[in-house]
């Protein structure tokens, strides 16, 4: 595809709950960010996966948010018996390098933790 | 850790009037870029600016990057409803994340 996709679009879930968010970055970047946007709010960085490097984690809120990208492409964001405060639109973009570059986002993945 | 602070959070303005953004690092960034998110859309690339004192320019907008490379700015002259969104800024240090600030949210009325 030309740009970011992200499923779902939508997600509901229940509190207690496991979820995946999926991620597929523009072909041939290296780069993948997550970020979360609570409503009316900014853009809190989640984690950055660079190439084959380590990713800085340093933004994930909780040890029950983990992400992995496989094969240096698509990334899957999981969250871990997910609580009300975690409800969220779960933004991915990806770059052709690092943060030298634009960013492209995609369209994001609404979460509703009931 | 870095942090990029904007100012103000939140602007109304008349259509035709200017309208400023700040952007505040609490570190010296290798470069700093500018998002405009609609509202229900995502952030979409405005520009990136890499030298100290950089000033750039698209149409009605104006970007400049401080001296110090710990600032920037974004003014917005004789606004338009089109205008309507939040303009992030974002910046890093070199071979870190990109850190974005929490934005602000500009409406404009007719």
């Known amino acids: 595809g030309a740009g970011v996709s992200q499923s779902p679009s939508n997600k509901v879930t229940e509190k207690g709950k496991d979820v995946e968010l999926r991620c597929d970055p523009i072909s041939g970047h290296t780069a993948l960010y997550w970020y979360r946007q609570s409503l009316g709010q900014g853009l809190e960085f989640l984690i950055y996966f660079q190439g084959n490097s380590a990713p800085d984690k340093s933004g994930l809120p909780s040890d029950r948010f983990s992400a992995e990208r496989t094969g240096g492409s698509v990334s899957t964001l999981t969250i871990q018996r997910t609580q009300q405060e975690d409800s969220a639109v779960y933004l991915c973009?990806?770059?052709?390098?690092?943060?030298?570059?634009?960013?492209?986002f995609g369209p994001g993945t609404r979460l509703t933790v009931l | 850790g870095q942090q990029v602070m904007q100012i103000p959070q939140y602007q109304h303005v008349q259509e035709g009037e200017d309208f400023t953004t700040y952007c505040n690092s609490s570190?010296?960034?290798?470069?700093i870029q500018w998002y405009k998110q609609r509202p229900g859309g995502h952030p979409v690339f405005l520009i990136q600016?890499?030298?100290?004192?950089e000033v750039k320019k698209q149409k009605r907008l104006t970007f400049q990057f401080g001296e110090a490379k710990k600032n920037s700015s974004l003014h917005i002259t004789a606004t338009q409803t089109t205008d309507v969104g939040t303009y992030f800024c974002?910046?890093?240090?070199?071979?870190?994340?990109?850190?974005f600030g929490k934005g602000t949210t500009l409406s404009v009325s007719s």
């Open positions: 974002a910046g890093n240090q070199a071979g870190t994340a990109l850190i």
């Open positions: 570190t010296t960034l290798s470069n």
């Open positions: 600016l890499v030298k100290s004192g």
């Open positions: 973009a990806s770059a052709i390098w690092g943060g030298y570059n634009e960013q492209f």
